[in-house]
């Protein structure tokens, strides 16, 4: 069984970096082909995408948010980490981990998927 | 950049009526590459629909999906009351871009 578990701190103040770990289980990020990315949600609002670290150590971040990100893995611990610097309160939101994984489509093309399985969510507050 | 659209932004239907949300892109998005995701209050997304038209592991059959190009479509044939909910729309790959969401309440 997949599963994805996100832990950090519940508040942060404004200037200060978060840092999110996201624990997982029932698969390995040295499996060739899988993934784990970060998404939020402000209370109330659509999803945001942050960003992505595959298998290969390869990282992708949104085009808006990549100078304040760092993704990164610890494929012993079953953890990936996410570092979101000089935070705001327009920062708050639900932070949600999740996997998506590589696989061979119908025309023989190695393709990426949707997010498959999420983690349940953490609060993040930022406020002095 | 890619923008994604949703329409309506809520639709109030009965339970047993049929739903269909809209999702536009503003340039062409692979099929190969849209989603569809449910999200319930308090609750993270769940996967219902990849690849534009094929249904997630365990996803019943009254969700489809259907479009190409910039347009594309989620019908829910009858709604049953758990189908009560907010729908996001995805363009994954390289990058991810999810719609601003369509909820779905009870009329």
């Known amino acids: 069984q997949v599963t994805l578990r996100e832990s950090g701190p519940a508040l942060v103040k404004p200037t200060q970096t978060l840092t999110l770990t996201c624990t997982f289980s029932g698969f390995s990020l040295s499996t060739s082909g899988m993934c784990v990315s970060w998404i939020r949600q402000p209370p109330g609002k659509a999803l945001e995408w942050l960003a992505r670290i595959d298998w290969d150590d390869d990282k992708y971040y949104s085009t808006s948010l990549k100078t304040r990100l760092t993704i990164s893995k610890d494929t012993s611990k079953n953890q990936v980490v996410l570092t979101m610097t000089n935070m705001d309160p327009v920062d708050t939101a639900t932070y949600y981990c999740?996997?998506?994984?590589?696989?061979?489509?119908?025309?023989?093309?190695?393709?990426?998927?949707?997010?498959?399985?999420w983690g349940q969510g953490t609060m993040v507050t930022v406020s002095s | 950049e890619i923008v994604l659209t949703q329409s309506p932004g809520t639709l109030s239907l009965s339970p047993g009526e049929r739903a269909t949300l809209s999702c536009r892109a503003s340039q062409s998005v692979s099929s190969s590459y849209l989603a569809w995701y449910q999200q319930k209050p308090g609750q993270a997304p769940r996967l219902l629909i990849y690849g534009a038209s094929s249904r997630a592991t365990g996803i019943p059959d009254r969700f489809s999906g259907s479009g190409s190009g910039t347009d594309f479509t989620l019908t829910i044939s009858r709604l049953e009351p758990e189908d009560f909910a907010v729908y996001y729309c995805?363009?994954?790959?390289?990058?991810?871009?999810f719609g601003p969401g369509t909820k779905v309440d009870i009329k």
């Open positions: 995805q363009q994954y790959g390289s990058s991810t871009l």
């Open positions: 999740a996997r998506n994984r590589y696989y061979y489509d119908s025309s023989g093309y190695f393709v990426v998927s949707a997010f498959d399985i």
